[in-house]
């Protein structure tokens, strides 16, 4: 087995891709120049410009919990997404970033299916299939793209085949196919191989991840509500928030400190992020929480 094999990508119309406010995203992510990429009459976009959007994607809006720690989560119509991440220049969870990015694709004119995932990175035992990825087919060849990964993650698309190995600037990944059914995305770390989630190429319906982000959103064993966290990746660096721990990572050096509640405002201006008041207190309190072993 090489590569996945099921035929077929759903229609965007079944996730609402005609609903994306197109422009507002490019905006919030600096690439305004593909606003017109896949309009009728125009090539679709490069590998190379996936690549790009990908990687302006990480670097402009970041992994946040906020909402859901706080017990405010927003839904995922493609409209409150958009009003969320773009207007409000906030982040979001796996669901919302991939949902967010799938769109876009399809506005651009590259077919996307979405999967579902286990994380399995930073967690013990079963865990449930709540993680979003994408699976892109872009010039031929069929791509996973994750833009939603909360603990690391991958700055470009993978291959979708069994075997593909990639470094990205300075991090080593891979694609494996375990057996027929099972697969995983793992990373390269000092102690070998180790798995980042395992997921399946059945392709998921809308219903499914609103089951998904429903779980996240209100159960009590969800990792996403017990404490803050935050992140940003770029080609260079990743900023990382954990309740109360605060990380800034190269690929030379990594320094780890512990923040005071009222060093909470201006860490959050590092994420691009400001909050109401009311909602500055809350967090404070949350910040002080045993920090999620694994993302969703």
Known sequence: MTHF????????????????????YLCRVD??????TGEPGRRSPAFDD??????AHLASIPFDNIDLVLGTPVGLEPEAIVDKMCRHRRGGCCHEHNLL???????????????????????VGPRPRTHMLLKARIGGEEWLCDVGFGSGGYLDPLPARHGAEATQYGRRFR?????????SVDIRTSGGWTPLY??????????????????LSTHPRSMLRKA????????????????????????SQQRTDRITPDQLPEVLEEFGITLTPPKLTAL???CARRPPTATG
């Open 228 to 251: 803050p966290l935050l992140q940003r990746l770029t080609t260079g660096s990743r900023l990382q928030l954990r309740g109360d721990t605060l990380t800034r990572a190269t690929s």
């Open 5 to 24: 094999g099921h035929p077929g990508f759903a229609p965007a119309s079944d996730w609402g891709a005609e609903r994306l406010d197109l422009d507002a």
């Open 31 to 36: 690439l305004r120049r593909l606003a017109r």
């Open 284 to 286: 404070t309190r949350a």
């Open 50 to 55: 996936v690549c790009e959007l990908h990687r």
């Open 101 to 123: 990015f799938g769109l876009a694709l399809e506005c651009l004119g590259v077919p996307v299916e979405r999967l579902a995932a286990r994380v399995l990175l930073g967690g």
């Open 175 to 183: 694609v494996v196919a375990h057996d027929h059914f099972q697969w």
């Open 198 to 215: 395992a997921f399946t190429h059945e392709p998921r319906h809308p219903m499914d991840f609103t089951v998904a982000h429903h779980f």
